[in-house]
């Protein structure tokens, strides 16, 4: 009788192979509870959380979609598409409205815009056509929009003319940001302040702020010179000239002492032409033929000295 010899290598591998099946159960009994845990401290039930799933799934795969169709060029065909059956549905550019404008010529607006018209309406580009209007002048801001079927909307925002600016062959319009807007004949300057001197136009708004402190005199200054770019003389209507200090605050501080003596000592409209105060506190004052009478004097005494 043949007797079957085991060995005892083949029981210690069952053991092992047993011990390794038990720990992986252990685990995956741990880990489904740990998994379990976490979808108790969820706010959803199994049920949404698939729905939510699925979502995910169905928008990743239209977004692969979209990207596909993008490199297909399927999105500009269609644009193509609803291009083509918005203008024969009458959607396209007809007319074009423009509002806003008080000064300027309304036709430099047309020129602009005059090549939209009979344009499909989802191809106009609004705000390129408020960057070609922003370039003319006069526009300071320009709003720009669609009323359907079509019309194209343009409502302006006017810059304000605030002085003139004197250049060596003619006269400019400028707003109160020294912005130049067009030329302006003389006899239209009306009542506004006549500005010059290199740079000029850059201190508008400073010198309207010097001015507002002395507001009696602002009436009465007809024009305003940048000197040296670094200080104002300023012409009454009178004709006569106020040199002014250099500085914000000390050209402030003089046309407020001068308007004080003006108020005490009517120095508008007096003899004299030209006032310095170019060092203050003095102030120097200037009339024609006074020099020459001073010196006319001098040597008549000193011919009837013996």
Do not use: C
Not at 119 to 132: G, K, N, T
């Amino acid at each position: 009788m043949a007797t079957i010899k085991r060995s005892a290598k083949g029981v210690r591998r069952a053991a092992k192979a047993n011990a390794r099946a038990n720990t992986a159960r252990k685990a995956r009994k741990k880990t489904g509870g740990f998994i379990d845990w976490l979808m108790s401290l969820l706010p959803f039930t199994e049920e949404q959380l698939q729905k939510i799933f699925l979502g995910i799934i169905i928008a990743a795969a239209l977004a692969l979609a979209w990207f596909i169709a993008t490199l297909a060029g399927v999105p500009a065909l269609l644009q193509a598409q609803v291009t083509q059956m918005a203008s024969k549905a009458g959607f396209e550019v007809q007319h074009v409205r423009v509002s806003g404008l008080e000064r300027m010529n309304q036709d430099r607006v047309y020129e602009r815009v005059l090549g939209e018209r009979d344009r499909p309406m989802p191809q106009v580009d609004l705000e390129a056509i408020r960057e070609d209007l922003l370039q003319l002048p006069w526009v300071k801001d320009a709003r720009v929009s669609r009323q359907l079927p079509g019309t194209l909307a343009i409502d302006i925002v006017e810059r304000e003319p605030h002085a003139v600016l004197q250049k060596p062959d003619h006269l400019m319009l400028v707003d109160v940001e020294g912005n130049e807007l067009e030329p302006v004949s003389r006899r239209d300057i009306g009542e506004r302040l006549i500005i010059s001197g290199p740079g000029a136009a850059r201190q508008v708004g400073a010198l309207d702020h010097l001015l507002e402190v002395a507001p009696a005199l602002r009436p009465q200054v007809r024009g305003a010179e940048w000197v040296g770019n670094r200080r104002w003389n300023l012409t009454f209507k009178t004709g006569q000239v106020l040199a002014l200090p250099q500085g914000e605050d000390e050209a402030g501080a003089a046309l407020v002492s001068f308007a004080r003596l003006d108020g005490q000592n009517r120095l508008l409209g007096g003899e004299v032409t030209t006032f310095d105060m170019r060092a203050p506190p003095r102030i120097y004052m200037r009339i024609p033929g006074r020099a020459d009478e001073v010196l006319n004097s001098n040597s008549d005494e000193q011919e009837s000295t013996p």
